[in-house]
């Protein structure tokens, strides 16, 4: 099985940035597609961003566009998510997932694994 961990949330102020880290361990001989999630409380995960293994295409969210950047080092497995022009609207729990679908799935239910989630917290 697949252990993912995020790591890099905390609080900002609107317009400050952070960088979120994904780590993988356990089997990793697959070739995955990455994703990062968010969830508010009452609300549906929502895909913000995802990335293959292989060729590295990135896929984003149209509300996350020229903000964020997501980007992976196959060799450390390892995926981040530099986020940048925070809003106050960005404030969830942000969960980084991996699916053995092909391409970057917008789909939950498309990741068979997931981390425990690491909170973002922006103040107006």
């Known amino acids: 099985q697949l252990q993912l961990v995020e790591s890099g949330g905390g609080t900002v102020q609107a317009g400050g940035s952070l960088r979120l880290s994904c780590a993988a361990s356990?089997?990793?001989?697959?070739?995955?597609?990455m994703g990062w999630f968010r969830q508010a409380p009452g609300k549906e995960r929502e895909f913000i961003a995802g990335?293959?293994?292989?060729?590295?295409?990135?896929y984003y969210a149209d509300s996350v566009k020229g903000r964020f950047t997501i980007s992976r080092d196959n060799a450390k497995n390892t995926v981040a998510l530099q986020m940048n022009s925070l809003r106050p609207e960005d404030s969830a729990a942000y969960y980084c997932?991996?699916?053995?679908?092909?391409?970057?799935?917008?789909?939950?239910?498309?990741?068979?694994?997931w981390g425990q989630g690491t909170q973002v917290t922006i103040s107006s």
């Open positions: 997932g991996a699916s053995q679908q092909s391409g970057a799935p917008r789909a939950p239910s498309a990741y068979k694994y």
């Open positions: 356990g089997y990793t001989f697959s070739r995955y597609t």
């Open positions: 990335i293959t293994w292989g060729g590295s295409i990135p």
